[in-house]
Structure formats: C-alpha cells, structure tokens
C-alpha cells in the first residue's frame, strides 16, 4: 500500500495468533468485537471452531510482517444477519479488528488505506459483489468509518441471539451498512 508498506491477509492460526488476538480483543476499545471477558484459551477455541466451518473464516492481517488487524468474512445465508436483509448472490459479511494503534501514535490514512486492502481482498481476489458489515448501533466511530469509505448505509436492524452447542452470541442492535464493488473499484466490470 502506498506509503504504508505491503499488507498480507493469511488465515489466522487460532493457537499461533492466540496471544496477539487475546491482547486486542480484551482490551475495553474491542468492547463491540463481543470477547472482552474471554481468556487467552476461549478464544483461542472461538478461532478454533470457527476454522472448522465452510461458511465463516477469520484471517490476520499484516502490515510488514506484523499483526495489524483480524479479519472476518462470512457468508451471510449462514449467518444471523442473513435473516435481517434480503441477502443478494455475490455478497460477503466482514468483521474487521484493527489492532491497537502503535505507542508513536496512529497514522492518518492508515485505517482507509487497510480498509482499501480489505475491499480489495473480498470484493476482487474472492471475486464478490459487495460487502456488508453489521457494526453496533453504539459504535459509531465504525460507521461513520465505513460511511467514509463509500458503504452506503443500509437499515438499523436486530441480529437475533445465537445460543448453540459451540456458539452464543446475544442479541444484537445494528447498523447494516454496504459496499457495492463497482463503488469501491469503479473501473472494474468483472
């Protein structure tokens, strides 16, 4: 990424990247990631099932070779926000975790410039239509960040409570928001 470094997204390692993960999600700024009051080990096993399903993937972002983000995408007709919008072909659900910002201080641009990679990474190397993302209607630093970066605001919806064997996640109150690919990347007609 110009004047940011290079930027790779691998999947993420739920036992190698159990630590660096646990330090971002515990932390009070990831209180909307949903895991501030898990241990190193849960959600290490968060990471570990979902590595086991076809439908939710979660990758590590780096800038450089260090960790700069958690990055996960989802298909939404396996998903609860899938019951919330009419779910068209081509779309994919994103969860984004930036890692906290470095002790010299955060780098204007940056959080557009990984966002970019991001949009770039789903909407043409998986080859889909558009993003949709479901922050909660409290944080909104995330919207008006993805509102910044072209997603087109959708309906505030409520993402019903998933309480499985392997898997709870409370109900939730959300802002859907959405990224059309010929917004994000206007000259491509893939």
């Known amino acids: 990424m110009d004047g940011f470094g290079a930027v790779r997204i691998r999947p993420l390692d739920p036992v190698a990247d159990a630590d660096v993960v646990h330090s971002w999600v515990s932390g009070e700024r990831a209180v909307f ?61 994103v969860h984004l975790l930036l890692a ?48 910044r970066q072209g997603f087109g605001q959708g309906p505030e919806v409520v993402l019903p409570e998933v309480d499985l064997p392997d898997v709870y996640l409370p109900e939730k109150r959300a802002q859907l928001a959405f990224l059309e690919r010929e917004v994000a990347f206007p000259g491509d007609h893939a």
């Open 33 to 93: 990631w949903g895991m501030t009051g898990l241990t190193r080990d849960q959600v290490a096993d968060v990471y570990a099932h979902m590595a086991t399903l076809d439908t939710h993937h979660a990758h590590l972002v780096l800038k450089d070779g260090e960790p700069a983000a958690v990055l996960q995408t989802y298909e939404p007709t396996a998903d609860r926000v899938g019951e919330c919008y009419e779910v068209r072909p081509g779309d994919i659900g």
């Open 100 to 147: 906290p910002a470095p002790v010299k201080g955060p780098r204007p641009g940056w959080t557009s410039a990984l966002l970019t990679a991001m949009a770039s990474y789903v909407l043409l190397v998986l080859d889909r239509r558009r993003v949709v993302v479901d922050p909660d209607v409290r944080n909104t630093r995330a919207i008006a960040r993805f509102e």
